[in-house]
């Protein structure tokens, strides 16, 4: 899990690629490419979240104090408020100090079929670039992107300095925050020769069965949308097209509100990760995710 600095590659020709692939994906409408930049997420400095119980989850983020301010290629958002009075959760996986308390990760909880483990710390990359912090910083992007948007933002955690919530938590929050739809942001621990970037979307179980097909359209959206914008490949190594369907995961398997895992790209991978740990990739992933929510709220016309 390496984590390879990335000298930004082209970044003329891959802001114009990337205009050039939202265009052809969008019809050229929406969000156009612009060359204004953003300063990489805030990093904040409070202390570790309170480890929360079964009976008081943590207040969730509205995150106005930790959206990042605008600085590198972005995209503008399109104009007036088109998710004004949409609620959208976001749950960037795992926490920052996950590893310092093994035994609060091992408690056991119900994923809506089986036990599993509360959470666990994530990957990373061969030289310590972590999962969490990948997760959080798209997570801040993103929220920035939908509040220009309008939606109010509702996110698992407030930093990448504290210990959970358990995955069922996770699932708790988002499903009582009146959240219109949700994103889990990830990224994956694989292969070290298996490329890209898949969806991860619920298979019915009961708590999640009325979210199931709007959640495949979702899905759909996500991957069309990062596809065409972020420049990372379908995986090589996870699900078909794109898409794997999974039964094992709280996040999805306690869902009432329609919602895909994105496992963002391969930080075992060489080439995976020198994307992963840029600022430029992390903010075109915010970017996609940022269209595919609008697209998928918004009914999207070319649907077949």
């Not at 984590?3 to 969000?31: I, K, N, Q």
């Not at 070290?192 to 019915?204: H, K, Q």
């Not at 078909?240 to 398997?253: E, H, M, Q, Y």
């Not at 895909?260 to 080439?271: K, P, R, S």
């Amino acid at each position: 899990m390496s984590r390879v600095s990335l000298r930004l590659r082209r970044p003329a020709a891959f802001a114009a690629a990337v205009l050039g692939l939202f265009a052809a994906s969008c019809g050229g409408a929406g969000h156009a490419i612009s060359t204004s930049v953003r300063m990489p997420p805030t990093k904040t400095t409070t202390t570790a979240d309170a480890i929360p119980t079964t009976s008081m989850l943590p207040a969730p983020s509205t995150t106005t104090a930790t959206a990042p301010t605008a600085t590198s290629t972005v995209a503008t958002l399109p104009p007036g408020q088109p998710l004004s009075g949409k609620v959208v959760g976001i749950d960037p996986g795992h926490n920052g100090q996950n590893y310092t308390d093994p035994s609060f990760l091992n408690r056991q909880v119900f994923n809506g079929r089986t036990m599993e483990n509360c959470d666990t710390t994530g990957t990373q990359t061969d030289s310590g670039y972590t999962e969490a912090e990948f997760n959080f910083n798209v997570a801040q992007y993103l929220t920035a992107d939908l509040q220009t948007e309008g939606a109010r933002v509702v996110l698992t955690r407030s930093n990448n300095s504290g210990i959970g919530p358990c995955v069922n938590q996770r699932a708790q929050i988002l499903n009582a925050s009146g959240a219109a739809v949700a994103i889990d942001i990830h990224a994956d621990g694989g292969p070290p020769t298996g490329r890209g970037f898949a969806i991860l979307e619920p298979v019915a179980d009961g708590p999640n069965n009325a979210v199931i097909a709007t959640s495949e359209t979702f899905g759909s959206d996500v991957r069309d949308s990062f596809l065409a914008i972020t420049g990372m490949p379908l995986s090589t190594y996870d699900g078909t097209n794109g898409i794997n369907f999974r039964s094992d995961l709280a996040g999805l398997n306690l869902t009432t509100v329609p919602k895909v895992l994105i496992e963002c790209g391969n930080m075992q991978n060489a080439t995976d990760a020198a994307m992963l740990t840029s600022t430029a990739f992390q903010q075109s992933s915010a970017l996609a995710l940022a269209v595919a929510i609008t697209n998928f709220l918004r009914g999207r016309a070319d649907r077949p």
